[in-house]
């Protein structure tokens, strides 16, 4: 018995408030009390109101809360509810977060974490079980493709969960910038109506209104051959990049390069000779857009490392090598130079598909998607991992939608040259080399040769961020998990697991994905991998579009004409003829732009503001986390300002605290 300070705290949306009325108990140990609230909540507002309870409430363990409404169900909002007991008690916090909407009961548990127990009497554990049934009913899986991961049960985004789509004003900003980029698209074909289109510097026209200062210095450089090097260490994509342990069997060496094989084998032997493959792409069935048909190569590419740590290429294989066709032709550095940037176009063309579908939205956007899923379906918002999880794996659309931003579709009005139904055989493809190892930084860059590579600026960013990550998820699980047995005998956490690897990654066990933790550590490497991929890879992935992509020669979405076969026969009018014509490079320019630009309501990782955790020991680890986060911000930056050419994605301040594009 006695006097109760309530306070309501409603998110700061757009629509976050209502005009409806909302009801609130408190429950306690020993019993509880409705309220007599006369609650209209405001947004971005905390509200405070005080009541004396007759009836001793024992300690706080719920809230309940319930939104009645007469014509309109005007939903509401809730960050957050504390509640002050009488007398010493201590403030009770109820982080909420969520929709209340419709007339239904809305039961929000007391903050602290807590593992599952095996007590069925136990409040917390009932509340658990019918959260977690209700979730699973709700939350359901789809196959969007077969052989894809499964997906949210939706086919847009306005079929998702409530609490799964963007907020109002990210909705708008998003469809506003839409229609400004198909503005500036329409402008710039006017412009060019009467213009001629035959030679490179004509791609000027085109090349104004959203870019960046690093998209200006690739427009200026884009044809060297250093900075061709480059991107396969730090440019939009720099997954594919390997060191070289032999000479590849696929690479044909006609006689006639004697020279160039004795080159290659010396810097074989140096440990400086790397490649980049792009044999997945071999056999997909280009698209025809609108009606013109397009092509695609599958490249190989030699590159050495100089003494100053600069990736040259030295030769360039356009097609794999066919036994019913004669060997593949080799450019090199020394062909007409419109022979040897035409093959540096063929292999920019195809690292841009492989970048979208395999790296962006196979690997970071359809990952965290699983991961979100799972998170739902299998972990109570009481469990530790959940209120960890919760604001990185988050699916503001579904893989469909999230497909289709770069018009991949199977009716043909689209953009890449994989489009048209080829993106889904390459992405199957691709599952193949999903593996666990491919997802952790220090595994695929020991993997790949990368390590201790001066100029692989990604490579040395992403190790010191999983370094970082790594460091924060261990303080939290050594919180929650004393010892490998509390580990093993968690049924949610090892649930997730398994709903992870053996649903929403259709078994990818075989790929190295574990279905059971059975330690501290094995926890912590995979929810490092979880945070990571969903927050630092997708930055590393996504923010490089506008910069690498926007000058549409050096990244173009499709190909024209088949891959030359002759150097000699490269003239600018084949050149030309290849690249994107006006109408595409024109949205290539403006869905580079709105998917890579920096968004308003951006959101650092690790300054989250929603507060899950009520345990102190956790908030110090958080405070932890973001000292960690700041100390490398300011490393990079110092290294930045040594550099001509700034490596800036994986700076804290520019990863996003989730996939929210």
Same mark, same amino acid.
């Given at each position: 018995?006695?006097?109760y ?22 429950v306690g *140990? ?8 006369q609650?209209?909540? %405001?947004?971005g ?6 009541f &004396?309870?007759?009836e ?8 309940k809360l ?5 014509l ?5 909002f809730? !960050?957050?509810? *504390?509640?002050?007991g009488?007398?010493?008690?201590t403030k009770?916090a ?6 209340v909407?419709?007339?239904g ?11 599952a127990?095996?007590?069925?009497l &136990?409040a917390?554990q009932?509340?658990?079980e019918?959260?977690l049934?209700e979730r699973?009913?709700?939350?359901c899986?789809? *196959? ?8 949210i049960a939706a086919?847009?985004? !306005?079929?998702l ?7 109002e004003?990210k909705?708008? &900003? ?5 229609k400004?980029?198909a503005?500036?698209?329409v402008?710039?074909? =006017? ?5 001629s289109?035959?030679h490179?510097?004509?791609? &000027? ?10 998209a ?8 060297s ?5 480059y991107q396969?260490?730090n ?14 069997s696929?690479l044909?060496?006609?006689s006639?390069?004697e ?18 493959d ?9 698209? =025809? ?33 066919d036994s ?9 550095p020394s062909d007409?130079?419109?022979a040897?940037?035409?093959a540096?176009?063929?292999?920019r ?7 979208e ?7 970071t956007?359809?990952v ?5 899923? %799972? ?14 999880q919760t604001?990185?794996?988050? =699916?503001?659309?579904t893989?469909?939608?999230?497909? *289709?931003t ?9 953009t890449?040259n994989t489009?048209?139904g080829?993106?889904v055989?390459?992405?199957?493809r691709?599952m ?6 491919s997802?952790c ?6 993997d790949?040769?990368l390590? #201790?590579?001066?100029s692989?600026?990604?490579?040395? !960013?992403a190790?010191?961020l999983?370094?970082?990550i ?6 939290i ?6 010892s490998?047995?509390?580990?093993? #005998?968690d ?5 997730w697991?398994?709903e992870?690897?053996? =649903?929403g ?7 190295g ?10 926890l912590?490497h995979f ?6 991929t ?9 923010? #490089?579009?506008?910069?690498?992509? %926007?000058w ?28 994107p014509?006006?109408?595409k ?6 869905i ?7 968004q308003?309501?951006?959101v650092?990782l ?10 102190p020991?956790v908030t110090?680890?958080?405070?932890q986390?973001q ?9 990079i930056s ?5 550099? !001509?050419?700034?490596?800036e994605y994986?700076?804290p301040?520019?990863?996003e605290?989730?996939i929210?594009?």
């Open positions: 018995m006695g006097r300070r309530v306070r309501v705290a409603t998110g700061a949306w757009l629509y976050s408030g209502s005009h409806n009325r909302v009801g609130l108990w408190l *140990t020993r019993g509880e009390a409705a309220l007599e609230l609650l209209r909540p %405001a947004r507002e905390e509200e405070e109101f005080d &004396d309870v007759p001793d409430l024992g300690t706080l363990q719920f809230v319930r939104k009645q409404h007469s309109v169900d005007d939903a509401w809730c !960050d957050r509810i *504390t509640v002050q009488p007398g010493a008690c009770v109820f982080p909420c977060y969520r929709w909407q419709g007339e009961i809305l039961t929000v548990p007391e903050g602290t974490a807590r593992l127990e095996d007590n069925a &136990d917390f009932k509340h658990r019918k959260e049934k699973q009913q709700t939350y899986w789809a *196959t969007w493709k077969e052989g894809l991961p499964q997906t086919d847009s985004k !306005d079929d969960p409530p609490n799964m789509r963007f907020h004003e909705r708008l &900003d998003f469809e506003w910038t839409l400004a980029g503005l500036e698209m402008l710039k074909r =006017v412009y060019t109506l009467l213009r289109w035959d490179l510097e004509d791609f &000027d026209q085109i090349f104004w209104g959203q870019k960046s200062t690093l200006e210095m690739v427009h200026q450089s884009w044809q051959d250093e900075l061709f090097g396969f260490l440019g939009a994509n720099p997954m594919l990049l390997r060191r070289s342990t032999s000479l590849p696929r044909v060496l006609p006639g390069t020279e160039l094989e004795a080159q290659l084998e010396k810097e074989l032997q140096n440990g400086s000779l790397f490649e980049a792009f044999i997945l792409l071999d056999g997909i069935p280009a698209n =025809v857009i609108r009606g013109e048909k397009q092509y695609l190569a599958a490249p190989l590419v030699m590159l050495k490392m100089d003494c100053k740590g600069k990736l040259l290429p030295m030769v360039i294989q356009i097609q794999p090598p019913r066709s004669p060997p593949p032709t080799l450019f090199l007409p130079p419109l040897w940037l035409l540096k176009i063929w292999v063309n195809s690292d841009f598909q492989l970048q579908l395999q790296f962006h939205l196979l690997n956007h359809l965290a998607e699983v991961i979100a899923v %799972a998170t739902m379906r299998c972990l109570s918002e009481l469990h530790p991992i959940f209120k960890v604001k990185v794996s988050h =699916v503001p659309q893989a469909k939608y999230t497909a *289709t770069w018009g991949i579709r199977e009716d043909g009005i689209n890449l489009g048209g080829g993106h055989q390459l992405l199957r691709a193949t080399q999903l593996t666990y190892r997802l930084p220090p595994d695929d860059l020991a790949r040769g390590l #201790g590579i001066p692989a600026l990604y490579a040395q !960013d190790l010191r999983w370094k970082v790594a460091r924060y998820v261990e303080g699980v050594h919180i929650f998990y004393q490998d047995d509390v580990v093993k #005998g049924p949610e956490l090892q649930a697991c398994r992870i690897t053996e =649903v990654l259709c078994q990818a066990q075989d790929r994905f574990p279905i059971f933790f059975q330690s501290q550590a094995q912590c929810l490092t991998m979880c945070i990571f969903c927050t630092a890879q997708h930055a590393a992935i996504n923010q #490089g579009q506008l910069d690498w992509y %926007a549409v020669p050096n990244a173009p979405c499709t190909m024209r004409m088949p891959p030359p076969t002759n150097k000699e026969d490269v003239t600018m009018a084949m050149v030309m003829g290849s690249l014509d006006v109408q490079s024109c949205l290539q320019m403006t580079s732009w709105h998917l890579g630009r920096r308003p309501d951006m650092p690790g300054h989250h503001k929603e507060k899950y955790f009520s345990d020991k110090a680890m958080l405070s986390f000292t960690d986060l700041e100390n490398l911000e300011n490393e110092a290294r930045n300002e040594q550099l !001509d050419l700034p490596y994986l700076k301040s520019r990863i605290n989730s929210t594009i």
